[in-house]
């Protein structure tokens, strides 16, 4: 009876490791193609990196920046093609490119190395990062920034794993309390 339940709460354990597991993922670890900082249009591609080191120093973030503040965004020009063109970057405050406030601009210019750097302050609430190539076509590139906001989502995520393995846990306790083995071993210690 004691083997059964140790092997019973093995196995959740290692469910629930499983499912831990499974929800841990890292920006860097990814492909350019699967990665959610790319964007993509045609063949040319540009990738965000935000930073706050004032706050976390090896930390990068992508839409998700959890405090306000200082913040360095940095974008990576994938494709030589971009870097021959001129580039600019502007962020607002908001999601509306029309009616919100431009918080930083940086004039179309050109990049030969690959990197646009910029920075600019922060508070609580939604940013739109807008790049733009003045090529031929012309290219608009959008990063919708959360700073310091709840991901609900991203919480919900996070606590599945721990929730599915208590709810097995909880099943097992009581097929446990109520089979007719652990019945009979009580009525034979009586």
């Not at 196995?11 to 831990?20: D, E, M």
């Not at 900082?37 to 990738?47: K, L, N, P, W």
């Not at 930390?59 to 971009?82: M, N, S």
């Not at 290219?139 to 599915?164: C, K």
Request: proline share 5%; glycine share 8%; with cysteine.
């Amino acid at each position: 009876m004691v083997r059964q339940v140790t092997q019973a709460c093995a196995t959740i354990l290692v469910l629930i490791a499983t499912l831990q597991a499974g929800a841990a993922g890292a920006h860097g670890k990814v492909s350019l193609e699967e990665d959610s900082c790319v964007r993509r249009i045609g063949d040319s591609m540009v990738h965000l990196s935000a930073y706050q080191p004032q706050f976390e120093p090896s930390a990068q973030y992508c839409t998700e920046i959890p405090k306000g503040g200082d913040t360095y965004l940095v974008v990576d020009l994938v494709d030589q093609a971009l870097r021959d063109m001129p580039i600019g970057m502007r962020v607002i405050r908001g999601t509306n490119e029309a009616e919100d406030e431009t918080v930083t601009y940086l004039r179309p210019s050109y990049h030969p190395d690959g990197v646009i750097q910029g920075e600019t302050s922060l508070d609580q609430g939604l940013y739109t990062v807008i790049i733009t190539a003045e090529g031929q076509p012309p290219l608009r590139y959008q990063y919708p920034l959360r700073v310091q906001m709840i991901n609900y989502a991203q919480i919900f995520r996070t606590a599945v794993g721990p929730l599915i393995g208590l709810l097995v846990l909880i099943l097992i306790a009581y097929k446990l309390v109520k089979s007719k083995r652990l019945q009979r071993w009580r009525d034979s210690r009586r």
